[in-house]
């Protein structure tokens, strides 16, 4: 099922939970609606889901007009970051309530139930716990079993909302990579909300990036984070170092370096910002006629192939993060206290109107 939303406009009160938002999400696609808290990520899927009605704009499903259906009528999946299952229910009860509570003509046998669910329990590799309680389940076990209850009623779309966010660490990265192998065999139209830039960028076909209740940018995982449209998804899609300066005919002047900055060739000394990740940073032993920035190493820590280094410049005292290879780091032979100059090996200038 394909999924479009026009002009999708919401408020709570005062605050603008979503304002004028349209997307479309392609058939068989795994998005990923990635934003901070309160950014209108969750009031988006509910939307979707008809569980939250928009002030304004249209929810258009399969190129029809689902604004005023039912959530029933739908046919929406939905997974909630605290699993909601039935405590007093087994899990192969959970799993068949979906079927169980359809209207009678609808409603399939007893056995053909028993096979479906059995069928789910396999899907999501837990077939063996159909008749344990929620509470003796671990919280992975859980969020797949939610999952599977889902799935039973064999939703057009499935929505799921931070569906890892109450897991540790270890078995989130465990479930995200189970959760993209599963999507690769069902292939429904899967919307996720995530506030974690890895899970997105790990998980999603294409990641939409809200902000304040608008969208920032959309685009496939590497696209996205490669090209950031706005400093909002360059600082928010990883680590970034900032160098404020003079930006003129093209190029950021900033702490004793100069930065190319092309898409800025018609500004005449204009303030702006450059934006650079860690991994585009050169780091090179300091010399008296080098260019760069200088700074003082504060801190290494190079356990694994990549050293990371936290750099204080001299100039105004703030902190640039490097990350090298470890090969290259220690081939350098630097200690703590060094003095280095630091060189951009590619950066993003943002004029300070855009930032």
Known sequence: MSIEVRNIGKRFGDFVALDNVSLDFPTGELTALLGPSGCGKTTLLRVIAGLEQPDQGQVILDGEDASQRHVRERQVGFVFQHYALF??????????????????????????????VMQ???LVQLDWLADRYPSQLSGGQRQRIALARALAVEPRVLLLDEPFGALDAKVRKELRRWLRRLHDELHVTSIFVTHDQEEALE????????????????GAPDDVYNHPATPFVYGFLGNVNLFHGRVHEGVLAAGGTTLAAPDHSHARDA???????PHELDVVPFTQDG??????????HAIGPLAQLELERLDDGSLIEAVLPAEHYAQLQLQAGATVRVRPKRVRVFLDDAV
């Open 87 to 116: 405590r007093h229910m087994s899990v192969f009860d959970n799993i068949a309530f979906g079927l169980r509570v359809k209207p009678r003509q609808q409603r399939p046998s007893e056995k053909q139930i028993h096979e479906k």
């Open 271 to 277: 303030t702006g910002v450059g934006y650079v990740r």
């Open 291 to 300: 260019d760069g920035i200088v700074a003082q190493l504060r801190r290494a």
């Open 120 to 122: 789910l329990l396999s």
């Open 203 to 218: 998980v999603a076909d294409r990641v939409v990036l809200m902000n304040r209740g608008k969208v920032e940018q959309t």
